[in-house]
């Protein structure tokens, strides 16, 4: 028994040598790839974060009322199930990001970028969509009538009209 013991440590000891004189390449692009922020279900009502890069960012649920987002880059952002009312995010990027069942309410989505973002069951009541390129975007057939009733204007970045964008008749 104790030779068996023996050996099972001798392989354990031999395996740990190899994993530090040969460590996988997952471990060693660990380093190159930091974990995205994550801000869910946090309070920032009102805060600055204009002009960050915040790609990939987690705000899930979180309070953004008030809050500054405006010429920021935020693809790949996360802002599922959160209040964003009265929020700025004039020219900012938000392609491939999910602001799915967000409150957008008296927001400003002016030059915004949404190119391929899923935008399904968030409250657009009162936003600014003036130049908001909205291309390939994942919306409900309701959202995008009410859209189409005030879209105008031309994205600045991607020289797309908003209508076309919604694909509005």
């Known amino acids: 028994m104790r030779s068996l013991w023996q050996k099972f440590i001798s392989i354990f ?5 190899i994993g530090l004189l040969f460590p996988s390449p997952a471990h060693s ?12 279900n946090a309070e920032l009502m009102g805060k600055d974060f204009s002009g960050q890069d915040l790609c ?3 705000f899930s649920n979180a309070n953004l009322v008030m809050t500054d987002f405006h010429d920021a880059t935020l ?13 700025n995010l004039q020219g900012a990027d ?17 030059n915004a970028i949404l190119v391929d973002a899923i935008l399904l069951r968030t409250n657009f009541q009162d936003v600014d969509i003036t130049g ?38």
């Open 94 to 110: 938000l392609t491939n990001a999910m602001l799915d069942q967000v409150n957008l309410t008296g927001s400003s989505l002016r």
């Open 56 to 58: 990939a960012a987690e």
């Open 13 to 17: 000891v031999l395996y740990c040598c």
């Open 132 to 169: 908001a390129d909205f291309s390939y975007a994942i919306l409900d057939g309701a959202q995008v009538r009410k859209l189409c009733t005030k879209a105008k204007g031309v994205n600045p970045t991607t020289n797309v009209a908003t209508r076309e964008s919604l694909q509005c008749r």
């Open 75 to 87: 693809q790949g952002t996360v802002f599922s199930a959160s209040v964003m009312t009265d929020a």
């Open 29 to 40: 692009q660990a380093q190159y790839y930091p974990p995205p922020l994550s801000y869910s």
